[in-house]
């Protein structure tokens, strides 16, 4: 039997990045996932595979497409006869995982962390913990880190298959269906029905809360939405109760109930993205009483440890956003601890990015949350309709939006929905780390023309002397 210092289940940004790091701290790491292509392994977890990275190279295809379409001739550019190749976007999208998933085999031989193919389980504790691992292997480590992720959730009567899809159905479609419904208009129903929408499809969203991106600060959900069903044509529907879901010859037939009563309503195609459930089915044998909280997922500490000693869970499997980054983050704090080193990791400026038209990003707190909080804050907005490089780009919608604390001046949240949001987030999120005054922000000069202005000018706005609105 193999003994490693650390056994890491699960090669997600949670799982890969902890081996790697603890590779880099000394200790001699395995790490262990059962995803596979014909007997191959694929590293990387749902985010190379069938998440992040998939999903933002159709979303950049299908803008290209959709801005040759309806964006260039405004610039003056016409292209007589624009045609779709998705056979040829659906290979862009292959090779651009399978680049990322190779750099991490890479990266693992690289580093000297060994990869094992199976499904892995914890069977017994004591000096080392033994992992049972499905591909008859059985390895032996002082720590384990489980990172084995999230799949995709599944609603009562809609059984996955060829026409109702999850996720990972839903990148990969050969043609854009014509009537594309999707219940749950969360990170992944916008994203996909994205995608959709700009490759052909009319979009409804069946969203069963009354209120539109619940987690985004209220102006911005509010401001996102009008965009979405003013410029974009999308349907979306809140506060709606799926009723029944029937697949019948080649459609899907949807009963619910909205404010004015009951729909019925036939779709090409349905998505399910109602949200994701943790992986822990038979990740540890019951006697060892790993604990998991009420909704299943892996009960963990600040530090990501686990009720039993030297057994950390990082990642969606924890709990928490379900964002890779954090996943990474959780990994590394992980894998410092082990290697008996001080890490720490602050949960409250983990950024959000939602990869829509336009773009929705932030950070810290929203205004709702201070307002709950009783916290006495401060608000700078300022417009990309006022800013001169997203107007040159043809993407001067939304704002950006500043809120610092009454007293002190600290950056409490920065909030964005407007062109490459996903990029200016990242200053935000810089100054929140180094505890930065929106004064700080506002005497830092910014380069011209940028939309990075637009961040300076909400920081300016905070102080009520904003200079071009
Ligand atoms: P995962 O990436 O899920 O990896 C877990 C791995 O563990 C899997 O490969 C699985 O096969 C393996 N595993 C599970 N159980 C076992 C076992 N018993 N034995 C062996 N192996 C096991 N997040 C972002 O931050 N930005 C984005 O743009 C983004 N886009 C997304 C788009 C989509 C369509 C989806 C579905 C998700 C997206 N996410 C995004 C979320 C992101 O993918 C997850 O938060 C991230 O992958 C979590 O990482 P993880 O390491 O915790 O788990
Ligand atoms: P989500 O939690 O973002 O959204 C799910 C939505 O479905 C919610 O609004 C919920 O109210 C609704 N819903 C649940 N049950 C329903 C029902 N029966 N009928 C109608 N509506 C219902 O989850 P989603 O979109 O599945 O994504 C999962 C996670 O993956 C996200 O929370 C996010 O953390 C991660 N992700 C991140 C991305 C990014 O960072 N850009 C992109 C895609 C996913």
Same mark, same amino acid.
């Given at each position: 039997?193999?003994?490693?210092?650390?056994?890491?289940?699960?090669?997600?940004?949670?799982?890969?990045?902890?081996?790697?790091?603890?590779?880099?701290?000394?200790?001699?790491?395995?790490?262990?996932?059962?995803?596979?292509?014909?007997?191959?392994?694929?590293?990387?977890?749902?985010?190379?595979?069938?998440?992040?990275?998939?999903?933002?190279? +159709? !979303? =950049? @295809? $299908?803008?290209? &497409?959709?801005?040759?379409?309806? %964006?260039?001739? *405004?610039?003056?550019?016409?292209?007589?006869?624009?045609?779709?190749?998705?056979?040829?976007?659906?290979?862009?999208?292959?090779?651009?995982?399978?680049?990322?998933?190779?750099?991490?085999?890479?990266?693992?031989?690289?580093?000297?962390?060994?990869?094992?193919?199976?499904?892995?389980?914890?069977?017994?504790?004591?000096?080392?913990?033994?992992?049972?691992?499905?591909?008859?292997?059985?390895?032996?480590?002082?720590?384990?880190?489980?990172?084995?992720?999230?799949?995709?959730?599944?609603?009562?009567?809609?059984?996955?298959?060829?026409?109702?899809?999850?996720?990972?159905?839903?990148?990969?479609?050969?043609?854009?269906?014509?009537?594309?419904?999707?219940?749950?208009?969360?990170?992944?129903?916008?994203?996909?029905?994205?995608?959709?929408?700009?490759?052909?499809?009319?979009?409804? +969203? !069946? =969203? @069963? $809360?009354?209120? &539109?991106?619940?987690?985004?600060? %209220?102006?911005? *959900?509010?401001?996102?939405?009008?965009?979405?069903?003013?410029?974009?044509?999308?349907?979306?529907?809140?506060?709606?109760?799926?009723?029944?879901?029937?697949?019948?010859?080649?459609?899907?037939?949807?009963?619910?109930?909205?404010?004015?009563?009951?729909?019925?309503?036939?779709?090409?195609?349905?998505?399910?993205?109602?949200?994701?459930?943790?992986?822990?089915?038979?990740?540890?044998?019951?006697?060892?009483?790993?604990?998991?909280?009420?909704?299943?997922?892996?009960?963990?500490?600040?530090?990501?440890?686990?009720?039993?000693?030297?057994?950390?869970?990082?990642?969606?499997?924890?709990?928490?956003?379900?964002?890779?980054?954090?996943?990474?983050?959780?990994?590394?704090?992980?894998?410092?601890?082990?290697?008996?080193?001080?890490?720490?990791?602050?949960?409250?400026?983990?950024?959000?990015?939602?990869?829509?038209?336009?773009?929705?990003?932030?950070?810290?707190?929203?205004?709702?949350?201070?307002?709950?909080?009783?916290?006495?804050?401060?608000?700078?907005?300022?417009?990309?309709?006022?800013?001169?490089?997203?107007?040159?780009?043809?993407?001067?919608?939304?704002?950006?939006?500043?809120?610092?604390?009454?007293?002190?001046?600290?950056?409490?949240?920065?909030?964005?929905?407007?062109?490459?949001?996903?990029?200016?987030?990242?200053?935000?999120?810089?100054?929140?780390?180094?505890?930065?005054?929106?004064?700080?922000?506002?005497?830092?000069?910014?380069?011209?023309?940028?939309?990075?202005?637009?961040?300076?000018?909400?920081?300016?706005?905070?102080?009520?002397?904003?200079?071009?609105?």
């Amino acid at each position: 039997m193999s003994a490693y210092d650390v056994a890491v289940i699960g090669a997600g940004p949670g799982g890969y990045v902890a081996a790697i790091r603890c590779a880099q701290l000394g200790l001699k790491t395995v790490c262990i996932d059962e995803r596979e292509r014909d007997g191959k392994g694929l590293l990387g977890g749902t985010c190379l595979n069938v998440g992040c990275i998939p999903s933002k190279a +159709l !979303l =950049e @295809s $299908s803008e290209n &497409f959709e801005r040759a379409k309806h %964006g260039f001739p *405004s610039q003056g550019i016409l292209i007589g006869d624009l045609k779709l190749d998705l056979q040829a976007m659906q290979e862009r999208k292959r090779k651009i995982v399978d680049a990322h998933t190779n750099g991490i085999a890479f990266l693992f031989k690289k580093n000297k962390v060994d990869s094992i193919l199976g499904r892995a389980r914890i069977v017994s504790g004591g000096q080392a913990y033994q992992l049972e691992i499905s591909s008859s292997a059985t390895v032996e480590a002082k720590h384990v880190i489980i990172a084995t992720g999230s799949s995709p959730r599944k609603i009562e009567g809609a059984p996955f298959g060829p026409r109702i899809v999850d996720s990972s159905g839903a990148l990969s479609f050969e043609e854009a269906p014509k009537r594309l419904g999707i219940i749950g208009a969360g990170v992944i129903g916008l994203e996909l029905g994205s995608v959709w929408r700009r490759l052909g499809s009319e979009v409804t +969203l !069946l =969203e @069963s $809360s009354p209120e &539109f991106l619940p987690l985004a600060d %209220g102006k911005i *959900s509010k401001e996102a939405m009008r965009l979405f069903g003013r410029d974009q044509g999308w349907t979306i529907k809140l506060g709606v109760n799926v009723l029944y879901i029937n697949e019948k010859d080649d459609i899907v037939n949807v009963v619910y109930e909205e404010k004015s009563g009951r729909v019925e309503q036939d779709f090409d195609k349905l998505i399910v993205a109602a949200g994701r459930a943790p992986n822990t089915q038979g990740i540890a044998e019951d006697a060892l009483g790993l604990a998991l909280d009420d909704k299943g997922f892996v009960r963990i500490d600040a530090q990501c440890r686990t009720n039993l000693p030297r057994i950390y869970a990082v990642g969606d499997v924890a709990g928490g956003a379900m964002l890779a980054h954090k996943a990474s983050e959780e990994g590394v704090m992980a894998a410092e601890l082990i290697a008996g080193r001080k890490a720490e990791f602050d949960r409250n400026i983990v950024p959000w990015v939602i990869y829509t038209k336009p773009e929705i990003a932030w950070v810290g707190k929203t205004e709702q949350q201070l307002k709950e909080a009783g916290m006495e804050y401060k608000v700078g907005q300022f417009p990309f309709s006022a800013n001169g490089r997203a107007q040159a780009l043809g993407e001067a919608k939304g704002f950006a939006k500043m809120l610092s604390d009454a007293k002190t001046d600290r950056v409490l949240g920065v909030h964005i929905v407007g062109p490459y949001a996903s990029e200016l987030i990242g200053e935000a999120v810089l100054a929140m780390a180094f505890s930065a005054s929106s004064e700080d922000i506002a005497l830092t000069v910014h380069a011209h023309p940028s939309l990075s202005e637009a961040i300076h000018e909400a920081a300016l706005a905070v102080a009520g002397r904003a200079l071009h609105i």
